[in-house]
């Protein structure tokens, strides 16, 4: 995986690796201030959300003198008791809460500063020499590290009264640099790296004359996890690389952390493979065009870790065959309301799906390991969401579709039955079949359209209910169905609770075996609200002559699409059409 | 040229990716070079990693199984749309206790397997041993194995199935049915039609002598066409179709 992303990092024509690091390179928030000759100073106060100019030649010095002086983490210090936070001669990084003290510079300043350079001049171990001196470096020369620590000595008062003018008091950070060359620090910063780089020194092994370590990107040993080492192979530990390779990892996931869209973090993204746009990270909506990438995912901590990385061979945003989203209702509801249209588009798709079926609540919970139960999201719906969504990810964001394929029916009626329980508003019903009836259009394209079978079969009943005189009775088994979806709306619509608790009514419908179970549920609410109806109403006795005169097959599955479309639609019992309107006005 | 030819399939495999460690261990999506002589070594019984020095033999230069089945040549087809198997990131407990000295004893576990994986593998003998290549063919036709042989985890046996021995002849067309290795520019590949692929998987090729770990190639597998003098060598074709061996 590491192998591939790299080729695609350092391979690409236009741009070196630092320069495309430091291109989205974001200074943390703190205080800097680079020290020119003759006691001249810069000065740049980075809050939270301050947008630094972007071509200023002091926030770019200050960019790159931060990033080749930074630490790798805070396990790898300079100085061994981690209160200084820089890693070279010419520059002084720490805490304001180290450095500053009821007006004053702190007591204990002085003797973190004499600590960190005294750990600069002596790095220690065998090992760090003897990677140094592999790489050629010489002993930093004494006097300029003591012409360092004087330097710094010297302006610590002027730093703290500027703290005490700017009344910083949070606890950002300090930064003091040198003015110096931009080759000195990134020489001065291999001096620090080269040793480091590794997850730990005592892993290197010397092949043919060269260095090889323990990887340190997304790579660790724990003593806690005794097996992370391999017991019984030759080589221990997992993946050795040289510091180059090393390096270059550091700069590809800082890169990657830096990456953005309109101010906001990426989580996911694709890198197109030998392409080298001047984008290498691309979002969902940019690969328009058919082409080999690799999918990332990615989790952000204090660093970032890889958490889903696949080579899609042949991936596009655009689908090969556009889905359409038909407004099954088109009939009965307010026709805006839902935006049904063709989509070619997998993240136009998802955010429909998102929406229309999921309220809202799939895309954000694709990663989250304990989905939490909210006012918005019942346990049924997170249930449902945890079942579902590698299939809707594999479809939407990497391109392959058959386990939605295959689960198209199951998934999209589990979140429907879900969704009843905290269902917001009636037509919402209604977005989510439409969703499934056009999904399942979709995906099985040799089976009859469902929607249209049943929106056929409603306005069979409406006319049936309308204009029967004598008492109606049921055709098929579509018909009983859609006709108890109506008669269950009527009698919520009758209800006078103050607010109405959809799960009440729908659990005995949703645990009912057989149509015989439907009938009992549906005659208790009749009984229920027998009070309220009047004997003399044609089309509720239609209505209801149709549900009570239908005798199931044995062993009938229920047909829920059905019941929940006569529910979702309009109300046959008030339906006024638009003769009746006009009637209505002319009286 | 005469080739050993069998599906190797199974209903989930997972070959480790050795690069990170720290939240998801990858898979490769194609069983690598070395992991299929692995394979074969438990068929006909050769000794894997095991250190060596666990077992008072001295400090060996390679794990028996790539002593002896390295000079062998393979190719591999994967049987499926585009090259891309599916994989799902599973998420399970170590709980044996040993695994984690954290409190509680238990190790979380996220793992990428492949979902079915299929693939046609055609060996040659090459530089082999013919005793051991005469052993391997016998095993592998009467069906018959030292170890079981599995998929990266010994919770994934692997299924061999329809072994038997074809003739290849040599052969220099410009498209490769099969995984190759190619560390050319990947833009002189040629395909130009809408349902064109590439699948490119930098994976394990060999094993560096003395300590072991991987020497890694870039694995292709596309419907384009190559540039002649970039083919690699070793090609054969059974009439129908090109392999690519390495």
């Known amino acids: 995986m590491l192998k591939d992303l790299l080729n695609e990092f350092v391979n690409h024509p236009d741009f070196d690796v630092d320069t495309m690091v430091l291109d989205n390179y974001q200074l943390e928030p703190g205080l800097y201030i680079r020290f020119n000759n003759y006691n001249k100073m810069d000065e740049l106060y980075v809050k939270k959300n301050t947008d630094l100019p972007e071509n200023d030649p002091l926030v770019k010095w200050f960019k790159k003198a931060d990033f080749y002086s930074s630490l790798i983490e805070m396990n790898k210090p300079v100085d061994p008791k981690k209160k200084i936070h820089s890693n070279n001669l010419f520059t002084l990084f720490c805490k304001r809460d180290i450095f500053y003290q009821e007006g004053k510079v702190h007591p204990e300043l002085q003797e973190h500063i004499d600590r960190y350079f005294s750990a600069l001049l002596n790095p220690g171990n065998r090992e760090t020499a003897k990677i140094l001196a592999a790489a050629h470096y010489e002993p930093l020369p004494e006097e300029s590290v003591y012409c360092s620590k004087a330097r710094f000595n010297a302006v610590l008062d002027t730093v703290a009264e500027y703290i005490k003018k700017e009344d910083i008091r949070n606890n950002c950070y300090i930064k003091l640099f040198l003015n110096a060359e931009e080759e000195a620090y990134v020489y001065e910063s291999g001096r620090y790296l080269l040793p480091k780089i590794f997850n730990k020194n005592t892993y290197n092994i010397n092949v043919g004359g060269r260095i090889l370590g323990l990887s340190n990107t997304d790579m660790g040993m724990n003593a806690k996890k005794p097996f992370l080492e391999h017991k019984t192979t030759a080589f221990k530990v997992p993946y050795r690389i040289s510091t180059e390779e090393a390096l270059l990892l550091r700069k590809f996931y800082l890169w990657l952390f830096g990456q953005g869209r309109g101010g906001r973090p990426l989580y996911n993204g694709y890198i197109p493979v030998w392409e080298h746009a001047p984008q290498l990270l691309l979002v969902a909506n940019e690969v328009d065009v058919r082409k080999p990438v690799i999918y990332l995912h990615f989790e952000r901590g204090v660093d970032l870790t890889i958490d889903d990385c696949e080579f899609l061979p042949s991936f596009s945003d655009k689908m090969s065959k556009a889905i359409v989203f038909t407004n099954y209702f088109d009939n009965c509801l307010d026709k805006s309301s839902y935006k049904s249209g063709v989509l070619d588009k997998l993240s136009a798709v998802e955010a429909h799906i998102n929406e229309n079926l999921y309220a809202f609540q799939l895309v954000s919970n694709y990663d989250v390991k304990n989905i939490k139960v909210t006012e918005k999201l019942s346990q049924a719906l997170a249930n449902q969401i945890m079942l579902s969504r590698e299939a809707m990810r594999a479809w939407l964001r990497k391109g392959y579709f058959l386990p939605m394929q295959s689960g198209v029916d199951k998934i999209t009626m589990g979140v429907i039955l879900a969704r009843l329980q905290k269902l917001e508003f009636i037509p919402a019903l209604a977005y989510a079949l439409n969703v499934r009836f056009s999904l399942m259009k979709y995906f099985r394209e040799e089976e009859k359209d469902m929607g249209l079978t049943i929106q056929t079969a409603y306005l069979n009943l409406r006319e049936k209910v309308l204009n029967t005189k004598d008492t109606a009775s049921c055709e098929n088994d579509l018909e009983f169905y859609l006709a108890v979806g109506q008669l269950l709306r009527y009698f919520f619509s009758l209800s006078q609770a103050q607010t109405l608790h959809y799960d009440v009514l729908w659990r005995g419908i949703t645990a009912a075996r057989d149509a015989g179970d439907i009938k009992t549920e549906y005659r208790k609410y009749f009984q229920r609200y027998a009070h309220e109806i009047n004997i003399n109403n044609p089309r509720f006795n239609n209505m209801l002559s149709i549900a009570s005169s239908y005798l199931p097959k044995k062993e009938e599955p229920i047909n829920l699409d059905a019941l929940f479309y006569g529910f979702a639609a309009d109300k046959i019992i008030y339906y006024k059409d638009k003769e009746d309107d006009k009637n209505d006005k002319e009286q | ?246």
């Open chain 2, 1 to 246: 040229m005469k080739s050993l030819r069998f599906t190797l399939s199974g209903p989930l495999a997972c070959f480790r990716q050795p690069d990170v460690n720290a939240k998801v261990y990858f898979t490769y999506n194609n069983i690598h070079k070395v992991a299929l002589l692995g394979l074969l070594g438990a068929v006909i019984g050769l000794s894997g990693y095991r250190n060596a020095d666990l077992y008072g033999q001295g400090e060996k230069l390679y794990p028996e199984f790539y002593e002896v089945l390295s000079p062998l040549l393979v190719s591999v087809v994967p049987n499926v749309k585009n090259g891309y198997f599916s994989k799902k990131i599973q998420y399970f407990n170590n709980s044996v206790g040993y695994a984690s000295k954290e409190e509680g004893g238990n190790l979380q576990v996220r793992e990428q397997w492949l979902e079915n994986p299929n693939w046609t593998v055609f060996l040659a003998q090459h530089k082999l041993d013919a005793s051991i290549w005469d052993k391997l063919c016998d095993y592998m036709l009467r069906g018959q194995c030292v170890y079981i042989p599995y998929l990266g985890r010994n919770d994934f046996p692997a299924q061999i199935s329809d072994v038997c021995l074809v003739e290849l002849s040599v052969s220099k067309s410009l498209r490769i049915d099969s995984l190759f290795l190619y560390s050319g520019d990947l833009n002189t590949l040629d395909g130009g039609d809408p349902s064109q692929y590439l699948f490119v998987e930098t994976a394990p090729t060999s094993l560096v002598p003395k300590h072991n770990f991987y020497e890694f190639g870039r694995y292709i597998f596309t419907n384009c066409t190559l540039p002649e003098d970039e083919l690699p060598p070793y090609l054969y074709s059974d009439g129908v179709r090109q392999y690519s061996f390495y």
